[in-house]
């Protein structure tokens, strides 16, 4: 689920419409998609837009990943054993919301402590965050009963082992969506303290991202030392990275520089050792993620983020400006620091996609994944702009001018004659 390279790959095609990019796709593991580890609550959130606007915020193949990640994270083979769970294994494939709700209320008439089904109301018919966390709370309780009775007999076969798999991943999945109830209800400490235990618990799940969610509500604190804290153990060479780890690390620089930095002091006697530190982790932000910052400035409108982004692509983006542009503005000078130092990266990677500076070239298949992720009312951000050369320019306009001359010969053949002899002879006493 986290998207990490050993985890078990996911049954679905890249792209819905192109089968015929398997091998490509097998050559480019940027373009994996990975789940949002912010990802906002379907009821609660989504649905409301959708009533609000009129608009759907979330793409068929976003929803159906989320399907089949709730398939592989929720269910296994053990379910057949106990009918509440046999329920919500259908539960999951439903593509009809209504029907989803409706098993996961039979679930719990056969089961009243059948965690997965609290979850799919929490996430899908609960209307508010404060619903959503009853439900989750719920969820949590009956998580825990399960999941000590299946640690007490994991051993006995491996359909035990798959059995405490599955009950490990809800109690995981519960508490870190408790958490982020929290934080979007206020309770910004109380979030930070769950999301440190559940990392403490559970130490082994890192590709999850949770430490995402703990930069997030650490930053909305101001606790800038504990953010940079986190970042010393989640931003390393040997660890995958993401727009959150980058941005956040180029934010706490530009914090020590952006209040008294001008760009026409800096002009006059050059950059400090803090601004070029500052600068240069603004550069290696915008070479993993150049779409970020049109949103961070305003200068391209949000949508709400997906259930899945591209890392390095335009839905990562979105989801990081989403929940992070508060923080930046929050800053004094930080967005102006950006937005004066931001393009200079392009100068160093002037062929982004065959060679990068401090990454991997910049993967050229971003904008397909990212079309099939962000709804179709997003004017997706492409990167880099595909420039035509100028001599196709030249022999276009040629061709054009050539047709438009051949058109008015054959219209106005007498006139034509005319026009060329008039022609010739200014060419001639010009020469002359």
């Known amino acids: 689920i986290g998207g990490v390279e050993n985890s078990p790959p996911a049954p679905v095609a890249f792209s819905a419409n192109s089968g015929e990019n398997e091998t490509s796709r097998q050559n480019m593991p940027e373009c994996k998609v990975w789940r949002n580890p912010l990802n906002l609550f379907r009821g609660a959130e989504y649905s409301r837009y959708m009533w609000v606007t009129g608009k759907e915020p979330l793409t068929y193949y976003d929803m159906n990943l989320s399907a089949q990640d709730h398939q592989n994270f929720f269910t296994c083979d053990m379910d057949a054993l106990r009918p509440s769970d046999t329920v919500m294994q259908k539960a999951w494939r439903e593509r009809n919301p209504q029907a989803r709700i409706k098993a996961a209320y039979q679930a719990l008439e056969l089961n009243n402590d059948c965690a997965t089904a609290y979850v799919l109301l929490a996430e899908e018919e609960a209307t508010t965050i404060v619903d959503a966390e009853k439900y989750f709370k719920q969820a949590l309780k009956a998580g825990e009963t399960i999941y000590r009775k299946s640690q007490n007999c994991h051993s006995q076969s491996p359909q035990h082992e798959a059995q405490l798999r599955r009950d490990t991943n809800v109690l995981v999945y519960v508490k870190r969506r408790l958490a982020m109830c929290a934080r979007k209800l206020g309770r910004i400490r ?91 982790a603004i550069h290696r932000a915008v070479e993993f993620n150049p779409h970020v910052p049109k949103y961070l400035l305003e200068m391209k409108s949000l949508v709400l983020p997906p259930e899945h982004i591209l890392k390095r692509g335009d839905s990562e983006a979105v989801a990081y400006a989403f929940f992070h542009l508060q923080h930046w503005k929050r800053i004094e000078g930080a967005l102006n620091l950006l937005h004066c130092t931001w393009e200079g990266t392009f100068r160093m990677i002037p062929y982004p996609l065959e060679k990068g500076h401090l990454f991997y070239p910049y993967p050229s298949c971003t904008e397909t994944a ?63």
């Open 190 to 280: 109380e979030a930070v303290k769950m999301m440190r235990d559940l990392m403490k618990e559970f130490p082994l799940l890192s590709m999850l991202n949770i430490h995402e969610n703990l930069l997030e509500a650490l930053l909305e604190l101001q606790a800038y030392a504990d953010v940079q804290a986190v970042l010393a153990k989640y931003d390393d060479i040997s660890l995958p990275k993401s727009a959150a780890i980058c941005y956040t690390a180029a934010l706490l620089k530009a914090r020590a520089v952006s209040e008294r930095f001008s760009p026409e002091t800096a002009s006059k006697r050059g950059l400090s050792t803090a601004e070029i530190n500052a600068v240069e």
């Open 370 to 432: 990212d079309r099939e992720l962000l709804p179709t009312f997003h004017e997706v951000s492409v990167y880099p702009q595909k420039e035509l050369p100028f001599f196709i320019h030249f022999t276009a306009g040629l061709c054009s001018f050539s047709a438009m001359l051949a058109l008015l010969t054959h219209q106005f053949p007498e006139l034509m004659v005319i026009f060329a002899k008039a022609v010739s002879i200014v060419s001639v006493m010009g020469l002359a």
